[in-house]
């Protein structure tokens, strides 16, 4: 099994361009998230989904935007990218939700700079 | 409001030093408790949970008490190895309205030197 896997690993962006950043996982997890780590702070999620077709907001899910149309595949939009949202991005998969505690694995990350 | 406090790293140590990792926390009601590990290149992985009171997580030779008269979930290891040098990230689960995520401290970087 592969796990959680990320692409692309490092991107460089102009401010105003837009980019997808992928992620699929091959576990048959139900729960898939999509966090970002700034220097310095702890993960901040983004967004979040439950299942194929659902999707919601996390804490900081302005200037994003997502789709889950199969169980395998949360792919993160970006669109018009700012400096601020420079960071270091991890996609993240559970079988179950927090209730259970259950665990979360993670992607590799992609690290984006927006210049 | 919900929230995890770590000490700041990076925190130095010889190869077979005991570890200790201070982890606080905030919450309302009984959150589930975690450690993640982020090995050089790599992405988080789950080290250890306590889901209650006074349960003791375990794993690789760390251990966590879930303390909730102190709120605290300190992470220990007696005798570390250079393989242990990594960022470690405390972690609580928390509802947020109606639906739970996890909040997470900014990470400790463990240096352990031969």
């Known amino acids: 099994n592969a796990g959680v896997t990320q692409t692309p690993k490092f991107r460089i962006l102009k401010i105003g361009q837009s980019m997808t950043l992928q992620c699929t996982q091959d576990m048959n997890h139900n729960y898939m998230y999509w966090y970002r780590q700034d220097p310095g702070m702890g993960l901040k999620l983004i967004y979040y989904s439950v299942g194929a077709g659902i999707t919601d907001k996390g804490e900081v899910p302005n200037g994003y935007n997502v789709s889950r149309s199969t169980t395998e595949d949360f792919p993160l939009r970006l669109e018009l990218a700012a400096p601020s949202q420079t960071s270091v991005y991890f996609c993240?998969?559970?079988?179950?939700?927090?209730?259970?505690?259950?665990?979360?694995?993670f992607g590799p990350g992609t690290r984006l700079t927006v210049l | 409001g919900n929230s995890v406090t770590q000490m700041e790293g990076p925190v130095t140590l010889s190869e077979e030093a005991f570890l200790t990792i201070n982890c606080t926390y905030t919450a309302t009601g009984y959150p589930s408790l975690f450690w993640y590990v982020q090995y050089p290149g790599e992405g988080l992985q789950l080290l250890l949970k306590a889901t209650k009171a006074d349960d003791k997580g375990s794993n690789k030779g760390f251990e966590a008490t879930y303390r909730k008269e102190t709120t605290s979930f300190h992470l220990e290891k007696g005798s570390v190895q250079v393989s242990d040098s990594a960022v470690y990230f405390c972690a609580l689960s928390a509802n947020m309205d109606s639906n739970y995520q996890l909040i997470w401290g900014a990470g400790t970087k463990l240096i352990i030197k031969p």
């Open positions: 993240a998969s559970s079988y179950g939700g927090l209730p259970g505690g259950n665990e979360q694995f």
